[in-house]
């Protein structure tokens, strides 16, 4: 095949998700969706709300002069600044503005965009095990050299661990919460312990270092809990 060595490469390693996705839905076909409990990709088991397939409907329907044409990069301006201001209270963060906002396709999408804009070859991105494992794709995506940081026992965030990780090459740190696989949340103390410690280290080194916050799944939260900014 006509696709570079490193790309076969990692063709090899990288697709067992997806493998166990189509596995998934072999055995559906054999023993009866009811029998297989699918817990390879994060897609819903329930449909999209009538409101969000009218809303596409009528997005798609719209025939407003320029609506489907090309648009500025980070996005349409009155989406931004929509999700600006509910960002805004959801973070009790009152500076945020349309000019803080950058509209993006998915997680991954968003992930990447910003690793490309942050690191210069062979900078490094620290995360906590286990973790997404496309993590070190996205990393390696852009120059980057993935560091990976164990956590205690409850999953929950390891300081010490992440001191001796750090780095005058760290340029970011990633955390997931609530976490892909582990499900844990990190406490609002915890996340203020990490900055602090970044925080820290980024002025002691003059090195400023990145928290990513990738948070897919912060709504879907029971019981409850609270998933602090
Ligand atoms: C933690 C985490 N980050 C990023 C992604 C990628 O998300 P998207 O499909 O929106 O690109 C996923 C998808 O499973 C995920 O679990």
Redesign the pocket.
């Known amino acids: 095949m006509p696709i570079s060595q490193k790309i076969s490469a990692k063709l090899k390693s990288s697709s067992w998700i997806r493998k166990m996705f189509e596995e998934g839905l072999q055995m559906k076909q054999k023993y009866g969706a009811d029998n297989v409990f699918d817990l390879s990709?994060?897609n819903p088991v329930i449909e999209p709300p009538e409101e969000v397939r009218q809303a596409i409907k009528s997005a798609a329907n719209d025939s407003g002069q320029g609506l489907h044409r090309y648009m500025p990069n980070a996005g349409l301006h009155d989406v931004r600044e929509t999700i600006a201001k509910t960002l805004s209270i959801e973070a009790a963060c009152k500076e945020l503005t349309a000019d803080h906002i950058v509209m993006v396709?998915?997680?991954?999408?968003?992930?990447n965009i910003t690793l490309k804009t942050l690191l210069d070859p062979d900078e490094e991105v620290i995360v906590f095990s286990p973790?997404?494992v496309?993590?070190l794709f996205y990393s390696e995506n852009h120059g980057g050299k993935t560091i990976t940081v164990a956590t205690n026992e409850d999953f929950s965030l390891n300081f010490n661990a992440l001191r001796k990780a750090l780095s005058p090459k760290t340029k970011a740190v990633i955390i997931?919460s609530p976490?892909?696989p582990t499900g844990v949340v990190y406490s609002r103390k915890m996340l203020r312990e990490l900055a602090s410690i970044l925080k820290e280290y980024s002025t002691d080194n003059n090195n400023p270092i990145y928290l990513i916050s990738?948070d897919?799944?912060k709504k879907i939260v029971f019981d409850g809990i609270e998933t602090p900014n």
Do not use: I, Q, T, V
Request: proline share 5%; aromatic share 22%; with cysteine.
């Open positions: 990709l994060g396709c998915g997680a991954a999408g968003g992930l973790f997404f496309e993590y997931n976490n892909n990738d897919p799944y």
